[in-house]
């Protein structure tokens, strides 16, 4: 099947640092990927969907300014938490769908990125 | 809107039983199913999936059939091992389109020898 890989696997930072985490297909175009997150034991909570060439979609209550998504190219989404604090600790998650005769086929996630914010 | 509702867990079975996982859903429209299993400290994997109603997903000895009747889509193995011991999310797609994936709450499955 079709891969995703995210960078990196875990980071620490602390309180009001800006952490950065890439997403990427390995070997198909995405236009749209997924962020979700992920507290323990509980299950995904989408946060928004990244659209290539254009703005992110954000889920309610996400706030924009604080998850920044880019979605520089056909293969590379990033998510930008702002100003971390201890509560945006949390599992971070990236989806990319493939497509057949035009509809959603498969979503493909990454392994995950494991923020922890002291 | 659409929903998936799944057993709650955990779920602990000895080694070589019978495991069914129920899952159930509400959707408009035809949706497409899915399984996705998680294994500790690792991100959510595709299991099975199916496309349309009475289409029967299957991987691993794991196999889930596409009720629409019933609107569900319960996972099945026949004889468990230790290694299956994961967390188990039922999760629908809508029709046409990209669209974002609708995941029930989750159920741990717990395997002893």
């Known amino acids: 099947g079709a891969v995703v890989s995210q960078h990196p696997s875990r980071v620490i930072c602390k309180s009001g640092t800006s952490v950065k985490i890439e997403c990427r297909s390995l070997d198909f175009q995405a236009t749209t990927m997924f962020w979700y997150r992920q507290f323990p034991k509980q299950s995904l909570m989408l946060m928004a969907t990244s659209n290539e060439g254009s703005k992110a979609t954000y889920e309610q209550g996400v706030e924009k300014d604080k998850f920044l998504i880019n979605h520089a190219s056909l293969t590379l989404s990033t998510l930008t938490v702002t100003s971390a604090h201890p509560e945006d600790s949390s599992f971070y998650i990236c989806s990319a769908p493939t497509l057949a005769g035009g509809v959603t086929d498969t979503q493909y996630f990454g392994p995950g990125t494991r923020l922890t914010v002291l | ?113």
């Not at chain 2, 399984?35 to 000895?61: F, H, I, R």
């Open chain 2, 1 to 113: 809107g659409d929903s998936v509702t799944q057993m709650e867990g955990p779920v602990t079975l000895s080694e070589e039983a019978f495991l069914t996982i129920n899952c159930t859903y509400t959707a408009t429209g035809y949706p497409s199913l899915f399984w996705y299993v998680q294994y500790p400290g690792e991100g959510l994997q595709l299991l099975l999936k199916a496309t349309k109603a009475d289409d029967k997903g299957s991987n691993k000895g794991f196999e889930a059939t596409y009720r629409k009747e019933t609107t569900s889509f319960h996972l099945e193995k026949g004889s468990v091992q230790v290694s299956d011991s994961a967390v188990y999310f039922c999760a629908l797609s809508g029709s046409g389109g990209y669209n974002k994936l609708i995941f029930g709450a989750g159920t741990r499955l717990a395997v002893h020898p």
